[in-house]
């Protein structure tokens, strides 16, 4: 994981607040899943991801709230 400061290299997002980038090998060992179905997440529009070359970049705190929104009650 790759802790990215908001403001550094352009990145102005999240209001200023520090961000966890995960690429999807690691939001894929995060959540017990292959990259690929990272990927259809992803353009699923499921989890928002930050596309760098030729590769993603998840937040953490996006995987997070992922998790939250799919959990089940039994």
Not at 1 to 7: K, L, P, R, T, W
Not at 10 to 39: D, E, N
Not at 47 to 67: L, M, N, S, T, W
């Amino acid at each position: 994981m790759q802790e990215v400061s908001a403001g550094a290299s352009g990145t102005g997002i999240k209001g200023g607040k520090k961000m966890t980038l995960m690429t999807t090998k690691t939001a894929a060992q995060y959540l017990a899943v292959a990259p690929t179905t990272i990927r259809l997440l992803i353009g699923r529009g499921e989890i928002p991801a930050v596309r760098i070359g030729r590769d993603y970049r998840i937040d953490e705190a996006d995987i997070k709230k992922f998790i939250i929104k799919n959990k089940t009650q039994v």
